[in-house]
């Protein structure tokens, strides 16, 4: 018996052009024997790959958000958005980690822009870092935030001095790429993870960087990485956060500057600092979408194996470890939701 999938549009999500599978993975699942059925797409969360790319490799196109009405037995892929109440998302290996994940492009994205405004704010006398949407492709990206780096330079007479931590994650080993690969010299790069911040923060090195990356995401409360007091000194060069997590509502943010989370089209929100230079936190929470290209194979590459095993789903450990959360949740609730 055919498994049928459906790609659902990520319509609603401004600017979310990535895409779960990508035409070389249903082409994958279809010759596996899958039946794929894929959205449309249209509109500002257009998809990164043309909706005729999935037709060719044998997927049959469908009505835009048509997922809600499809049939009980397909099975809806998407990214962003789902109604809470009623699905969950949770494919984690024996280590708790998830098989498939963002969190690279989401590091080496939020670096890209944590540069790019650092330069526009040396550049543009306190004017508003503008909207910004995605690129084609990498190299378009690389182009530009090099043309960004090197205006910046010319102005202030250095190279900026970035703070990763998290460097050794699959978040901050993205952010420290793009900085090598934009050109930021390795000794401007610094990349700390647990050994460095065991000490316990705020730490003057963060205030003292021009550009902090906050590449990781925590469970538990910690002392804070910056905080206002932190920055309240005459030696303060930090103007750019990029807080990759973006998790401005958890009681356990190690960076307590700002509540705002931001967008594509508003990519920064002001820090109320005293003195020069200004400071901006970037918080988007679909980072990766600025390379959705990229971003999108990477994902559906790790997610291709485990998908292909849904055929015989219950004895791969990772659906059934996601099968068991999923019960354990819908256990949680009222009878009225069921």
Aim: glycine share 6%.
């Amino acid at each position: 018996m055919s498994l049928n999938l459906h790609l659902r549009s990520e319509l609603g999500k401004l600017l979310e052009r990535r895409s779960a599978l990508t035409p070389k993975t249903t082409k994958a699942l279809i010759d596996a024997g899958y039946t794929v059925n894929v959205e449309r797409s249209s509109g500002s969360s257009q998809r990164i790959f043309d909706d005729e790319e999935f037709e060719k490799v044998g997927a049959t196109l469908v009505t835009e958000n048509s997922w809600p009405n499809a049939p009980e037995d397909h099975i809806i892929i998407g990214l962003k958005e789902l109604p809470v109440e009623t699905y969950l998302e949770f494919l984690q290996d024996d280590r708790g980690r998830r098989v498939a994940a963002f969190g690279y492009h989401a590091g080496f994205a939020g670096a890209a822009l944590a540069l790019k405004c650092w330069a526009w704010q040396l550049t543009h006398n306190k004017e508003k870092f503008p909207s910004v949407s995605s690129y084609e492709n990498e190299n378009a990206l690389i182009t530009n935030v090099k043309e960004d780096i090197a205006q910046g330079t010319e102005k202030t007479g250095r190279a900026p001095r970035v703070l990763i931590i998290g460097a050794l994650g699959r978040c901050g080993s993205g952010a420290v790429d793009l900085c090598s690969k934009t050109g930021v010299p390795t000794e401007n790069v610094l990349k700390w993870d647990m050994a460095e911040t065991a000490k316990g923060g705020p730490f003057p090195e963060i205030v003292e960087s021009d550009i902090f990356v906050n590449c990781i995401y925590l469970t538990t409360k910690i002392p804070h990485f910056v905080d206002m007091s932190s920055l309240d000194t005459p030696d303060r060069k930090l103007s750019v956060v990029c807080d990759v997590s973006a998790d401005t509502t958890n009681p356990n943010n190690p960076i307590p500057i700002y509540t705002v989370a931001t967008t594509f089209d508003k990519p920064t929100v002001p820090v109320e600092v005293k003195g020069e230079p200004t400071l901006s936190v970037i918080s988007i929470d679909h980072l990766p979408s600025l390379l959705p290209r990229e971003a999108s194979d990477a994902f559906s590459k790790d997610l291709l194996p485990h998908l292909l095993q849904l055929k015989d789903w219950r004895r791969d450990p990772v659906w059934a470890r996601a099968e068991k959360l999923m019960q354990e949740k819908v256990s949680t609730l009222p009878k009225s939701a069921l």
